[in-house]
């Protein structure tokens, strides 16, 4: 079973709107943490914002915030006020466990790629 | 502060040969993790270390090992290259497990 689930393969956006990329979860584990990362075509994936299991408000970082819905087990990205040099793929990721072995692992969606129109 | 860095940047392999990739963590950061990304396959974790012990293994055959020095840098190794292992190998390294992740460039693997 995908344990990461995005379901947009692709997104358009025209410059200045805000824009929300969608992000599934799934996982047994009371204890977890949500990613998301940019990675434009140069390659590099870019670290944008997490999220923890226990965190009792959304994550938000400068443009970007996160919209947890921990019993929908949804992680979604929303981008305010687009720039064409948001245009990127964007994965969600995810950490399980509280310690455990897997505790470093993160698991990756398909990604989405956004286009930014001007 | 300097980022994660990988080298080489490209490499271009014949199928039987071995590679060896290599990362510099950001400074102070002790974790590295390395990931597969292919179109066909996505990203796949291949294994992390900290402190110089693998604490964590992807599903990859025993083709693929690393290693992790003192001074947290880390190599990867991939042998008997196949055609199936061309793929941008990214390495990324965190403060502790299970911190946010920071990754390289990537090194970008081409098998003929």
């Known amino acids: 079973a995908q344990k990461i689930t995005q379901t947009q393969p692709g997104m358009f956006v025209q410059e200045k709107e805000a824009v929300t990329l969608d992000c599934t979860y799934d996982t047994s584990d009371p204890s977890y943490g949500l990613f998301w990362y940019k990675q434009p075509s140069s390659g590099e994936m870019i670290f944008l914002i997490y999220?923890?299991?226990?965190?009792?408000q959304n994550a938000t970082e400068g443009r970007y915030s996160l919209n947890f819905q921990k019993a929908r087990k949804s992680a979604n990205l929303v981008i305010s006020a687009s720039q064409l040099g948001d245009s990127a793929m964007y994965f969600c990721?995810?950490?399980?466990?509280?310690?455990?072995?897997?505790?470093?692992?993160?698991?990756f969606g398909q990604g989405t790629i956004l286009t930014v129109h001007p | 502060k300097a980022g994660v860095t990988q080298t080489p940047r490209y490499l271009i392999k014949t199928r039987g040969q071995q590679v060896t990739l290599s990362c510099s963590p950001i400074?102070?950061?002790?974790?590295v993790s390395w990931y597969q990304q292919t179109p066909g396959q996505g990203l796949q974790f291949l294994f992390e270390?900290?402190?110089?012990?693998?604490?964590n293994k992807g599903n990859f055959p025993g083709r693929f090992s690393g290693r992790q020095f003192s001074n947290s840098r880390s190599e990867m190794n991939v042998s008997t290259l196949e055609l199936g292992d061309s793929a941008l190998y990214l390495c990324?390294?965190?403060?502790?497990?299970?911190?946010?992740?920071?990754f390289g460039p990537g090194t970008r693997l081409t098998v003929t």
């Open positions: 990721a995810m950490r399980e466990g509280g310690g455990g072995t897997s505790y470093g692992k993160l698991t």
């Open positions: 990324a390294s965190s403060l502790v497990l299970g911190y946010e992740q920071y």
């Open positions: 999220q923890g299991s226990y965190d009792q």
């Open positions: 270390y900290f402190s110089e012990t693998q604490r």
């Open positions: 400074s102070g950061h002790r974790s």
